[in-house]
Structure formats: C-alpha cells, structure tokens
C-alpha cells in the first residue's frame, strides 16, 4: 500500500486563494459579444496546437486545419529541406483557398481557379501569362503563419508572437519533451461537435469534481475512501498555462477480465501501471488557450478544444502511440483505449451541453468555483485579462 497516497489531503483553499475568490460572471461563458472579443485578444494572440509531425512523415506531407474563430484555414507542410511550415490556405493571386483535401502529399499546390502554383515552401513557382501582371512572383509567395514544433506538437500562430513559444513555455517545454508524445508515431483520434462554449468544454477537463458523480465506473482508479473526489496531488501555475498532477488509487478494485486484458497488451500496457493502484501519478499540462496533454511514461491522452461559435465547439481527442500495433491483441488493446475515452467522453458530452443550455438562459449572472477548481478559475482569469486588455477592451478598473 502506498502510504503517501493514503495520507492524501487536497491542495488547501487557502493556497489556492491567489486566484481569486469571487463568483465569476456568467456572461463569458456563453454572450456573442464576449466570444467575439476573445477572437482577437485570446485567439489572435496565442499559440495553437493543430497536429503532431507523425502526420507529416515525408517531404511534400501536407495538412489543412480549420481555425474557425479566426476565419483562418492553415496549411501545414514538410518542405524538400524537412522543415515544418505553416501558410495560409489562400491563393496570392485573388484569394482563392489553396488546398481542400484535408491532408495528403504533394510536390507543389496549385491553385484550381488560375493554376497559380506554390512550392512547399510557398514560394510562386509558376503562374500562367504572369508576364501581364505588375508585380514580381517573389512578391507572390503564400502568407507565412508562425509554426513551431516542441515535442512533436505542431503549434501555429495567427498574429504576431512577443516571444517564441519556447520561450513562453519555459520549462515546459522541456517537461513536454521529456514525455512519450514527442516519440509518437501514430495515433487514434476521435473528433467531436458539441452545443456548448468553448471554455465550458474545456472546463470540464480541468476539474475532478464532477468524476464521481458523472463518471461512477470510470472515476474508480482516482476516487477512493482515502480522496473521496479524486482530487489531484498538486496543481502548478505557469503564466497563462497551468498543470496538475493526478492522484492514483492505492486500493484500486482488479479490473474487468477484458479490461486486465486490455491493460495488460500492446501499447496500452503502461496504461495499467497508472490505473491499476500502483502510487503511479500523472501529469497533466494545460497550454493556453484549449490544448491540454494528460500524459505517464508511455500511456499519453491529448484533447484540443476549438471554438466554432460562442454555443459551438469541436473537440479532437487523441491517444498518441509509439510503433505501430503489430499482433490482434495490441489492436484491441490500442482500441479499447480508444473506446474507453469516447465512453467516457459520451458521459461528459450531455452535461456539458446541459450547462450551456442553462447559462445561456441568462439566468445566472454568476457562477462559483471551489478550489479544486482553481483550473478552472486560472482559465478564465487569462482570459478576462486578455481580453478586456486587448485594445478595444474596457479597463479592469472598469468591471
Ligand atoms: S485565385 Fe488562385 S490562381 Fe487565381
Ligand atoms: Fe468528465
């Protein structure tokens, strides 16, 4: 038995009380006119997680990825030199979108209305008659988007970065380094539309409040006599981006015989060590604005949170693996990681929508977070600074 973990207490509230201790307004969590504000100051303003290099295995590998709430389309490729590059998705000549297959691989890209076409570094390669426009094709290249890759995980941004974000990561990035998803090579993904605002999506990934009530089964190997609520260990604090280390059952009941199975083959063997009652922790790691990785030494879960509309979100969660799944028995295991999240996700997906529906009612001007959902709190907190600190916002004095 694990004496640390049974001598589990939660981070106390007054520790946790930097934060803030106020109800928190409403209003964000589902207005237009908030959501339309966060588009610039948040979204604009912020590296965004969009893929991972093992989509981009070879020279001319490309991908198109969606920023909805920045109207922005990104393409993402590995040029002749390896090099990772993102470029907006529109045509230099009147602004055609470039690509429309979502990912796939290619020697140049060529745009369908006047075959203008782009190397895989965006430069104009060729343009049909060009001798009859004014300008010069090295003035013609695709618009550059900022990309930089740090544990595998390709990030962009869409406005103009102070620091890198390495810089802005510090050290982790490092710690992000040092996990199994910069090893990855494949991975099992699930994509999901859901009713809801994006930071109430988000939200509900952020705290272990609601395991127990809305996740009985799953919430066993965080929830026990010992920390009724699954509290975490720790929680950590870096700029606008925050982590959590999470708490393991020491008394964790045996698994289901196919469950054991599962556990116990393939790549989500490891997966067992951090469920299955040994003093395992895990880390979580929140990047601001809506990437959080929740990762062990092999077993690594990511899940990106992109705001559509101020009522509308899509969600990618993935499993990230390493080597591909060479006998039947580490497919099934690889696919009942996989089933297991959406299970569990399916849980979260009606409460979540619920919540927007009640909110969006306006019937609340506040709502309250406890300490443990200090995650929760720091959210919304960078967001409020960023956005009523953007140009065009109303000074905090002002609230
Ligand atoms: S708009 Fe792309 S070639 Fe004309
Ligand atoms: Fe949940």
């Not at 007054?14 to 504000?37: H, I, K, M, N, Q």
């Amino acid at each position: 038995m694990n004496a640390e973990a049974t001598a589990f207490a939660p981070v106390g509230k007054d520790e946790l009380a930097w934060l803030g201790t106020a109800p928190v307004p409403a209003a964000p969590y589902y207005e237009s006119d908030w959501f339309e504000r966060e588009r610039e100051a948040v979204f604009r303003q912020s590296w965004m997680q969009l893929g991972h290099v093992c989509e981009l295995p070879e020279r001319g590998s490309f991908m198109r990825r969606e920023i909805e709430v920045l109207k922005a389309s990104i393409l993402i490729v590995r040029g002749r030199d390896d090099e990772i590059r993102a470029f907006h998705n529109v045509c230099t000549h009147r602004g055609t979108q470039l690509v429309d297959a979502a990912d796939g691989r290619r020697s140049t890209f060529s745009c369908p209305y006047h075959m203008w076409t782009f190397g895989l570094d965006g430069a104009l390669v060729s343009a049909p008659d060009f001798e009859s426009f004014h300008v010069a094709k090295a003035d013609c290249a695709l618009p550059p988007v900022r990309c930089e890759v740090i544990a595998g995980l390709i990030f962009v941004h869409c406005g103009e970065p102070g620091v890198s974000l390495r810089e802005e990561l510090g050290p982790l990035a490092e710690k992000l380094e040092a996990m199994p998803v910069a090893a990855a090579t494949t991975f099992s993904e699930y994509v999901y539309e859901i009713d809801a605002n994006w930071k109430l999506t988000f939200d509900n990934f952020q705290e272990n409040y609601h395991l127990r009530f809305i996740h009985p089964a799953a919430a066993q190997p965080v929830c026990s006599a010992d920390n009724p609520f699954g509290y975490p260990v720790s929680y950590g604090f870096h700029g606008a981006h925050r982590t959590q280390r999470i708490w393991s059952n020491p008394r964790m009941p045996a698994p289901a015989p196919i469950q054991g199975e599962a556990f116990r083959r393939g790549g989500a063997s490891a997966m067992a060590d951090g469920l299955l009652g040994s003093d395992t922790v895990k880390d979580y790691l929140a990047l601001f604005p809506n990437f959080f990785l929740f990762g062990s030494p092999v077993q690594h879960f990511s899940h990106m949170v992109m705001p559509i509309a101020p009522d509308r979100s899509r969600g990618v969660i993935r499993l990230y693996w390493i080597g591909e799944d060479e006998s039947a028995s580490e497919r099934f295991s690889r696919e009942y990681g996989m089933a297991t999240a959406r299970d569990v996700h399916a849980e979260d997906r009606s409460v979540i929508e619920r919540g927007h529906k009640g909110l969006a009612s306006g019937a609340l001007r506040h709502i309250h977070f406890q300490a443990q959902e200090s995650l929760c709190r720091h959210l919304f907190n960078e967001v409020d600074r960023k956005v009523r600190g953007h140009r065009g916002g109303q000074p905090e004095a002002a609230r």
